[in-house]
């Protein structure tokens, strides 16, 4: 009897009508869940490499030293800035990418807005402000109006966006004189900046965006470092106690004060001591003479990867700084993805697991109504092995079109959803990758394991 014959023999002799509706039931929880799985794993590893390749957004946080104590306190304490030595020992720190510091005006500063325009109704909201700067690779984005020389009209200036959210909902209610502010209407108002104590220079200026990132005034570096040289005082941080005769006499004075007073009787005699270290006293002449301190930025913001790793957070707490993050986006983003993948990845494996038990069953059943045929091709002659593999080969048929057709409907799904990225500005890649192809693997080599196993069980059970 030739191996075709005995092939043809087994079949035809094993041919029985399994239970349709069971094995319809497990075929489509099969279809679905496979479907449903592919199409997690695929769409989690889409979602990270996005992220990976993406220039935005990033995790943002700005580190400062702790501020403590009272006034009378703090007056003896230096300005609590970052040096070259810190910052280089931040940027080693895991998981750090990037360092920017954040530079200030070093001359006085007051800002009039004129929410109403400077011709009609309303009035000017006056403040004295600050400005800052940072480098243009960690703004949330660059406006258009952001580039800044000599010959341009208008300062462009940029706020945090709950500045205007704060303005809206909690003093323009209480003006009558303040009206509530569009973007559009704020990014129109006329500003005027009046620079140096008594305002003696006096500039345009204008908003062009406002953050969602960065909690400060901003304008551009190329501005800031325009207007320090022009107005600012060159030695605003570098102040100094003046000593005479062994006490404190007046407030911290400038370097150039220092200077200015050069010359008056007794100088000679007069001492000065560091404002973090009041008792580190120095004659003044000799002070005069040394270096100026170099301005050094109180603020840093850093990019990170993912959220902060443990190292950098016992740095933070080691050397005393405080950190504020800013709008972690890309956490969010990734937070999302995580849940979307274990929402549908967590459906798919129910399904699949519940399609498992239900072939098991059904092809268990399968053997139990073929027991008699198998039975007597047993006694036959024909090895449990054989007889097992037609059920196998059965299983086999029925599970690749299955799985076939998760593939095709997982990739027609991806498919769509690309299609509908792309309108978003997102662009995914439309291909599958060589790790879901290995998850496609694994998921079927163990759905082949559990069913030949049920299979080798059924058939070893029929004859002692």
Avoid at 9 to 20: D, E, F, I, K, M
Avoid at 110 to 121: D, E, F, N, Q
Avoid at 173 to 199: D, F, N, Q
Wanted: net charge negative.
């Amino acid at each position: 009897m030739s191996q075709s014959f005995s092939s043809h023999t087994l079949r035809s002799s094993l041919r029985v009508a399994g239970p349709r509706k069971e094995l319809w039931i497990a075929s489509l929880g099969c279809l679905l869940g496979s479907t449903l799985l592919l199409l997690a794993v695929q769409l989690y590893q889409d979602g990270n490499a996005f992220l990976r390749e993406s220039k935005g957004p990033r995790n943002y946080f700005t580190l400062n030293k702790k501020i403590e104590g009272g006034a009378l306190v703090n007056l003896g304490k230096s300005d609590q800035s970052f040096d070259p030595v810190e910052i280089e020992r931040i940027k080693k720190l895991e998981g750090v990418r990037r360092v920017g510091g954040f530079a200030r005006n070093s001359f006085p500063l007051t800002l009039y807005i004129w929410p109403s325009g400077k011709v009609g109704l309303g009035a000017a909201a006056k403040t004295d402000l600050f400005f800052e700067s940072i480098p243009d690779e960690f703004l949330d984005f660059v406006p258009e109006e952001w580039q800044w020389d000599d010959n341009s009209s208008a300062v462009p200036i940029m706020v945090p966006k709950f500045y205007l959210d704060l303005w809206n909902f909690g003093l323009a209610p209480s003006r009558v004189e303040y009206p509530a502010l569009s973007t559009e209407a704020a990014t129109g108002m006329p500003i005027e900046l009046y620079i140096g104590k008594t305002g003696e220079v006096r500039l345009m200026g204008r908003f062009v965006a406002f953050s969602k990132r960065i909690n400060s005034v901003l304008v551009p570096e190329s501005f800031l470092k325009s207007a320090n040289e022009k107005y600012g005082q060159a030695d605003a941080h570098d102040f100094f106690f003046l000593w005479k005769n062994g006490a404190i006499e007046g407030p911290p004075i400038s370097r150039s004060s220092l200077a200015s007073m050069e010359g008056k009787a007794g100088f000679d005699d007069w001492e000065v001591s560091p404002l973090e270290n009041p008792a580190e006293r120095a004659p003044a002449s000799e002070t005069l003479q040394g270096e100026a301190k170099p301005e050094e930025p109180s603020r840093i913001i850093l990019e990170i990867e993912d959220n902060p790793s443990d190292s950098f957070l016992a740095h933070v707490r080691e050397r005393g700084y405080e950190i504020n993050r800013e709008f972690p986006q890309q956490d969010l983003i990734k937070k999302a993805l995580l849940a979307l993948f274990l929402g549908i990845g967590g459906i798919g494996a129910l399904l699949s697991l519940l399609s498992i038990a239900t072939f098991a069953t059904s092809f268990r059943l399968v053997v139990t109504q073929a027991s008699e045929q198998a039975g007597n091709l047993l006694l036959l002659g024909f090895s449990r092995e054989e007889v097992g593999q037609v059920f196998l080969t059965r299983f086999l048929r029925l599970f690749l079109w299955v799985l076939g057709g998760a593939i095709l409907a997982g990739y027609g799904c991806k498919w769509i959803l690309v299609e509908q990225a792309l309108r978003f500005g997102v662009d995914l890649n439309p291909g599958v990758s060589l790790a879901t192809l290995a998850f496609v693997s694994a998921y079927a080599l163990l759905f082949l394991f559990v069913n030949k196993s049920v299979i080798k069980n059924s058939v070893e059970d029929l004859v002692p």
